[in-house]
Structures are given as structure tokens and as C-alpha cells.
């Protein structure tokens, strides 16, 4: 049975960091295109960023490049996403999703995703 649980979210102060982790069980995740995912209160889940079953090429909305850093512990069959420099605005749930077709991280639609974790709350205020 295919798992993704997050987990690392929390409240942190306009210019703090978290890592958030996505823990997959049920199957190997470096075989698939894994997702980052937000939906902030009162807006739709968008996509944040994402990281490539072919090659580890890593994909970000224009809102984070340069703050958060997705990566890959094949051994841990974990992904992270380091998120730096964090503002009011990012504060939403952090969701990560799989599937098993290739080349979801081109678009991160989520409507291109099947499986979701159950997510996790991230606030940043002062």
C-alpha cells in the first residue's frame, strides 16, 4: 500500500527555516517523481517543487527558488525540502504526493498526482 507521511512543519518567525521530510512506504520513491505541494488558507494547493525519478532534476515554483532546496535520501526512501528564508506568505499546509506516471514534475498539477500524505501545517508570523 502506497504511504506518504510529512512531517518537520511547525511555526517559525519571517525569516526562519524548517525541513520538511515525506517518508514513503509501500513502494521505493527514487522510482517515481515525487511533489511538493502547499495550499495556503482561502487559495488552491499549488505546486512548490519537485524532484525527477529519471535523473534527481529538481523543479520550483518561481515564488521559492532560491529558498527551498528538495532532495533525496534513496536510503531513508525519504525526500526533503529545506526551506529557508521563510515569509508570512509561505505559511500553508505542505503536502507531498507520488504517481506512478513520469514526467509529472514538467507541470506539478495536482490533479496529475494520486497519492497524498496527510500534510503539514507550517506558520510563519512574528
Known amino acids: 500500500q502506497v504511504q506518504l507521511v510529512e512531517s518537520g512543519g511547525g511555526s517559525v518567525q519571517p525569516g526562519g527555516s524548517l525541513r520538511l521530510s515525506c517518508t514513503a512506504s509501500?513502494?521505493?520513491?527514487?522510482?517515481?517523481?515525487i511533489g511538493w505541494f502547499r495550499r495556503a488558507p482561502g487559495r488552491e494547493r499549488g505546486g512548490v517543487s519537485c524532484?525527477?525519478?529519471?535523473?534527481?532534476?529538481?523543479y520550483y515554483a518561481d515564488s521559492v527558488k532560491g529558498r527551498f532546496t528538495i532532495s533525496r535520501d534513496n536510503a531513508k526512501n525519504t525526500v526533503y525540502l529545506q526551506i529557508n528564508s521563510l515569509k508570512p506568505e509561505d505559511t500553508a499546509v505542505y503536502y507531498c504526493?507520488?504517481?506512478?506516471?513520469?514526467?509529472?514534475?514538467?507541470?506539478?498539477?495536482?490533479?496529475?498526482?494520486?497519492?497524498w500524505g496527510q500534510g503539514t501545517q507550517v506558520t510563519v508570523s512574528s
Open positions: 509501500g513502494f521505493t520513491l527514487d522510482n517515481y517523481d
Open positions: 504526493a507520488t504517481d506512478p506516471k513520469q514526467g509529472t514534475c514538467f507541470t506539478m498539477h495536482p490533479q496529475d498526482y494520486e497519492f
Open positions: 524532484i525527477n525519478s529519471v535523473d534527481g532534476s529538481t
